[in-house]
């Protein structure tokens, strides 16, 4: 990775010392910083781009699984519950990541201009890491450079944030993402029954219902999946709710019986156990220990 992305990167980040997230002020843009190897972090990964300038991560979602040192590109086409951890990082070499959410309507208008690509009809895992295209790694450096001329800013950001886009459609690695945006690509209807899944996870999941959304037999829904997300339909849910669980946890005072039941448990005890599975700790313990960590990380900050 060139020094002088990584050098205006770490410009824009303040104080350039600072670990955490630093949005940049155009579209959902943000750029991550941390300058120590991470425990394995459980969240939602939206659709989304990930350039790493610094470092190393790994991500993993039920079967699938990627590396991703600097210089690769991990592209998201779907919502996933994921476990990751920044493995590579220190105060001399921070890990740093370029991160942008896809926009899903940019690249629909870009669609139709699009080169046909031999993509094949096979299902797709939602999550890749490759190298990074030189034209991406530049349009990201000129968008990162841009930043901080407030005259320029508002009238290139959006620009150079489609270009992006564009590369990404471009790239060979961004056929995930061509895929997502064919109508009759099961890719593109399997997000329907993800958002179904995630807009009820307090209800018993319907296989039979989602693979009616999805226009699916039973059996053909549960391959395509799998193969998408690396999870069943059952274990994507499960995560799902645990993630949402685990937020309500650590930034609310609910009993932990309560918050089993807003995610969709019937057993508290079944709940208690699936959690301290997922992030290694009970949820009372998980709580108290979040709850010092933010203590202490407020009083460093002061």
Do not use: W
Not at 21 to 32: I, K, Q, S
Not at 74 to 79: Q, Y
Not at 141 to 152: E, G, K, N, W
Not at 232 to 254: C, F, H, M, N
Request: charge should be neutral; glycine fraction near 6%.
């Amino acid at each position: 990775m060139k020094k002088e992305l990584i050098q205006a990167a770490q410009d824009l980040i303040a104080p350039a010392s600072a670990d955490g997230v630093t949005a940049l002020g155009v579209g959902e843009a943000l750029l991550l910083r941390r300058s120590h190897p991470s425990a394995i972090e459980g969240s939602l990964y939206r659709p989304l781009v990930c350039l790493i300038l610094q470092g190393a991560k790994d991500v993993q979602a039920g079967a699938l699984s990627v590396h991703c040192p600097a210089g690769h590109a991990i592209i998201v086409s779907h919502d996933l519950p994921v476990l990751s951890r920044i493995t590579e990082a220190s105060p001399n070499a921070p890990y740093i990541a370029f991160v942008l959410p896809i926009d899903l309507g940019i690249l629909r208008g870009f669609y139709d201009q699009t080169p046909d690509f031999a993509d094949g009809n096979e299902p797709a895992g939602a999550i890749v890491s490759n190298p990074a295209d030189p034209e991406l790694i530049c349009a990201v450096h000129r968008f990162l450079a841009m930043i901080r001329d407030d005259h320029a800013a508002p009238l290139l950001g959006p620009i150079l944030l489609r270009e992006i886009h564009a590369r990404l459609l471009l790239s060979p690695h961004g056929a995930i993402l061509r895929r997502f945006l064919r109508r009759d690509d099961p890719s593109n209807h399997l997000a329907r029954a993800i958002g179904s899944i995630r807009g009820s996870i307090d209800q018993p999941l319907s296989v039979a219902a989602l693979a009616e959304r999805a226009g699916m037999s039973k059996s053909s829904f549960h391959v395509h999946f799998k193969a998408v997300t690396g999870l069943t339909p059952g274990q994507y849910q499960k995560d799902i709710r645990l993630l949402e669980a685990r937020r309500l946890i650590v930034e609310s005072d609910q009993a932990v019986s309560s918050v089993a039941f807003d995610v969709g448990y019937e057993s508290p005890a079944q709940f208690s156990r699936d959690y301290a599975r997922k992030f290694g700790r009970p949820p009372r313990e998980d709580r108290k220990i979040e709850r010092l960590a933010l203590e202490a990380s407020a009083a460093v900050g002061t």
